[in-house]
């Protein structure tokens, strides 16, 4: 089965740059979908196809794929982009996989 | 506006079913394929279930395959997951998302997702 693998946390004090990192076998050949959660909250779609952006999310939000790990990147990190994120794949023998989750602490 | 509303949760014992809903509003619902994706208590995202547009096409997790059943009626806008012999390890939020793509298998985002129903299992 298709594993991506992400760090359980990540801390960034605001206004800097927050990377989360994706890892997966081959990554760059699949397109990389990335999702927010906030507490009690349903999962937000913020990037798709590794770097494209849904209407309405923010340009500081981008994302790169490439090798074995895709990015996702937030520059200028605010308070309000504290939540959990996830990376996604589709998979010919996994179907739809998610990665474990990357909590985002804001400093 | 795209709206997924779920229902059908609750508490249930070990070996029991439960039959969950999903009623989509707000886009043309037989144009997409739909999942079901779950989040246990403190954890991450699983995919549980998908199905095309047609029901053509479905697919399973390893972890529900042969106790849940995927269905969606066309004509009523709604999605469903029926689940047997449930486990205590099936116990999550269970949500309805939609695909932006009719077919099941493909590598297409998930961009509208439910507020989700609560599935306890317990004795």
């Known amino acids: 089965s298709y594993v991506l693998t992400q760090p359980p946390s990540v801390s960034v004090a605001p206004g800097q740059t927050a990377r989360i990192t994706c890892g997966g076998n081959n990554i760059g050949s699949k397109s990389v979908h990335w999702y927010q959660q906030k507490p009690g909250q349903a999962p937000v779609l913020v990037v798709y196809d590794d770097s494209d952006r849904p209407s309405g999310i923010p340009e500081r939000f981008s994302g790169s794929n490439s090798g074995n790990t895709a990015t996702l990147t937030i520059s200028r990190v605010e308070a309000g982009d504290e939540a959990d994120y996830y990376c996604?794949?589709?998979?010919?023998?996994?179907?739809?996989?998610f990665g474990g989750g990357t909590k985002l602490t804001v400093l | 506006e795209v709206q997924l509303v779920e229902s059908g949760g609750g508490l249930v014992q070990p070996g029991r079913s439960l039959r969950l809903s999903c009623a989509a509003s707000?886009?043309?619902?037989?144009?997409?394929?739909m999942h079901w994706v779950r989040q246990a208590p403190g954890k991450g995202l699983e995919w549980v279930s998908g199905i095309s547009w047609n029901s053509g096409s479905i697919g399973y997790a390893d972890s529900v395959k042969g106790r849940f059943t995927i269905s969606r009626d066309n004509a009523k806008n709604s999605l469903y997951l029926q689940m047997n012999s449930l486990r205590a390890e099936d116990t999550a939020l269970y949500y309805c998302a939609k695909d932006t793509a009719g077919r099941r298998s493909s590598s297409s985002p998930l961009d509208y997702w439910g507020q989700g129903t609560l599935v306890t299992v317990s004795s």
């Open positions: 996604q794949v589709w998979d010919s023998s996994s179907d739809q996989v």
């Open positions: 707000g886009f043309t619902f037989d144009d997409y394929a």
